[in-house]
């Protein structure tokens, strides 16, 4: 069993929502003491309404659930307890996305969602010794004007944001519609990633590099459906965040023995494993690794080779990459 090597090692997770990491106890607390009504009358209601056929399902829960947040405090208890969560798993490094708009649509500041997440991530690189970058994501179900107006809040807190993002639903919002946001934040001097092939097509992912020019694609499962685009990925090594328990839980397979993992790694592309929207989907990091060893019989090298990934592909300068993959190269040599 690999179990204990996937929790040894030092990792890194590069697509985590920090809205789909809110746990239905923490929902309820807030919710609570900001007087605001759940829908549901108990934890245990709320958890039993996470059955999902498609992506959809999932956002309109996930969009209810943000509702408790109003305030400062309540974006740092929700960032907080998922740097908690990544100290128990080792995870040392974090790239978060948020979703400013699922916020400020609902009369939320902008500068309370980031103040609030800020100032946790801050205080677990201090206190917990976990660092991290944080990606600003646009509603793709929302207009291109929506995001431009996002942009523009975004500019005085500069300096917290590495990379704009694109997530919501998929099907309907090809990436060409964003073509003129992304560019506009490059120029401004963000880093780009954003969602593709969870649901949508190929030609998703394809465009998605050529016309977002993107530093890193998360999901690309369905990049497969495309033999030439493998063979592109695969020369250029433009990292893809893959999240098996999401695409379990969500119906893009239906048994984690056929998760395209094992096709994407053995077609020489630069994957990570990620757990994108872990109070949802069943699962954190950890758990996202041993599902995907024990179905697809990853192998030692395999697990190792993900974990370096998830640095190689991750916005840490060279140096700290060096650093992470001397501490990894040393636990692993030592594991038999
Ligand atoms: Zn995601």
């Known amino acids: ?91 040392v490094h974090a790239e978060i996305f948020f979703d400013p708009q699922g916020h400020t649509h609902r009369g939320v500041d902008f500068a309370t969602v980031i103040n609030g997440i800020n100032a946790a991530l801050v205080e677990a690189e201090q206190n917990l010794g976990i660092s991290s970058h944080l990606i600003m994501c646009f509603l793709r179900h929302l207009d291109e004007q929506d995001a431009f107006k996002t942009l523009d809040q975004s500019l005085a807190h500069q300096d917290k944001i590495i990379a704009v993002g694109l997530d919501s639903t998929e099907l309907g919002h090809p990436p060409q519609k964003f073509e003129g946001v992304f560019a506009k934040a490059r120029e401004l001097g963000y880093l780009c990633v954003a969602h593709a092939g969870e649901e949508g097509p190929a030609q998703y992912v394809k465009d998605t590099v050529e016309l977002l020019q993107v530093n890193r694609i998360d999901h690309g499962n369905r990049c497969l459906e495309d033999p030439q685009l493998v063979k592109s990925l695969a020369y250029s090594q433009i990292p893809l965040t893959v999240c098996p328990l999401s695409n379990l839980k969500l119906g893009g397979v239906s048994d984690m023995r056929q998760h395209p993992l094992r096709e994407l790694i053995d077609s020489g592309l630069m994957v990570t494993v990620n757990s994108d929207d872990p109070a949802y989907f069943g699962g954190y990091l950890s758990q996202n690794f041993i599902a995907v060893q024990e179905s697809l019989g990853l192998s030692k090298t395999e697990i190792v080779q993900l974990v370096e990934n998830s640095f190689k592909a991750s916005f840490l300068n060279d140096e700290l990459k060096q650093q992470h993959m001397a501490h990894i190269s040393s636990i692993s040599s030592e594991w038999n």
């Open 1 to 91: 069993m690999l179990t204990e090597l996937i929790q040894r090692l030092p990792k890194a997770e590069l697509h985590i929502h920090i809205e789909g990491s809110f746990e239905p106890e923490l929902m309820f607390e807030i919710a609570s003491r900001n007087k605001i009504n759940l829908d549901y009358d108990s934890v245990e209601s709320l958890k039993n309404a996470y059955q999902f056929t498609q992506l959809q399902d999932f956002l309109d829960l996930y969009y209810q659930g943000m509702s408790a947040l109003q305030i400062e405090q309540d974006f740092y208890d929700l960032t907080m307890a998922y740097m908690q969560q990544c100290k128990l798993e080792n995870i």
